[in-house]
């Protein structure tokens, strides 16, 4: 089995590791999984051969054999399906990991996503600067909720799972406006999943590609 | 085994089936689950009771024996494990379908939501107007690429699944902007969808809570 996924060839973060084919590699050093990587170019993601794998233009996408998927939630959950290590055992505990998955992209991330579409999309309008405290209390509302569920845990429903690795992932992209850093059980949280070796080798992988010199 | 869900007392919109029980309930009717509902009002759903159960303070969760889940795309996907009906039998088709469950949730929905929160939160704000066709904008991008992915089919992958159920969903939130309209496929689509005998049992039953008299 050859597992191959896509990565930007050059991350618009610059190696920060917030596009989501850090999501789908730390799950794959989590389980143990080697994988290869196939760098697409922002013109080649809009192009039809990158469109059939992905219809909506963006990465990761995931290949094993003749399977394809697309969607970091999707691949992340299939691959701690198949592997131990991201998923519990007992059914109940299973489903509520899954929960925190869901939670992760659908409850948390979309108030961060507008955050950082307020400043990428509409950081020159007019509006910028009275809008963005609004969108940033939308998040920190989240924030606190979220924070208010951890209290003191280390994760978010017993051992280290699939929901809490797509979590930290979410949070990751609410560090650079600061408002992670208001939370410090939740920067704790993060800094904990950071330090996993699986996070860690995951970042080193999609740090050397984005840091690597300019094929000329 | 008994199958509680919660609803709002009354839905913001009146009945119209876009409060996030309705997918629950489509889901269970899909898989011919009978259930029970518990009604929370908006004051209940932000006391410590509720919180107890959906740390967001939202609707719906889902109670069944000793399992409490909340998060929507999650309780659907619990329901579509447990039940026939809902994931394909074969192991990439599934997977597949999964992704698609996903993919509204974290890729179609969050544009959606943000045209949702400009018109609720911020409709009466100076810069509506001028940001307004920005926002709807970001919106017709993913359905211009979910239009094409779909082409003439009924579904999104083969036959119907839990996939489509989210997707529909998801769509139905855009309707009211007239949006839906522009994409003849997607507003088919979606018709199909209601179309599904579950499907009405769902929104007859959520009306039914959203048009009765007050008690008083």
Not at 2 to 15: L, M
């Amino acid at each position: 089995m050859t597992i191959t996924i896509t990565a930007f060839e050059r991350s618009p973060d610059g190696g920060m590791g917030l596009a989501r084919d850090t999501r789908v590699r730390w799950a794959l050093e989590e389980v143990g999984q080697p994988y290869e990587v196939r760098l697409v170019s922002f013109r080649a993601m809009k192009e039809p051969a990158h469109l059939a794998v992905h219809p909506f233009g963006q990465i990761p996408t995931y290949e094993e054999d003749d399977l394809t998927l697309f969607e970091t939630g999707a691949i992340v959950f299939h691959i701690a399906e198949c592997h131990a290590g991201l998923l519990p055992d007992d059914a109940n505990t299973r489903a509520r990991a899954i929960t925190w998955m869901f939670a992760a992209v659908n409850t948390v991330e979309p108030p961060i996503l507008e955050l950082v579409t307020a400043k990428i999309l509409e950081g020159d309008k007019p509006w910028a600067k009275e809008r963005m405290p609004l969108v940033a209390d939308r998040v920190r509302d989240r924030m606190k909720q979220l924070a208010a569920r951890l209290g003191n845990g280390d994760w978010l429903d017993g051992a280290f799972s699939a929901g809490d690795l797509m979590m930290v992932s979410v949070l990751l992209r609410v560090r650079p406006s600061g408002i992670l850093d208001e939370f410090p059980n939740l920067a704790a949280y993060v800094a904990r999943g950071e330090a996993r070796p699986a996070y860690r080798r995951a970042f080193d992988a999609q740090l050397a590609v984005n840091t690597r010199p300019p094929i000329s």
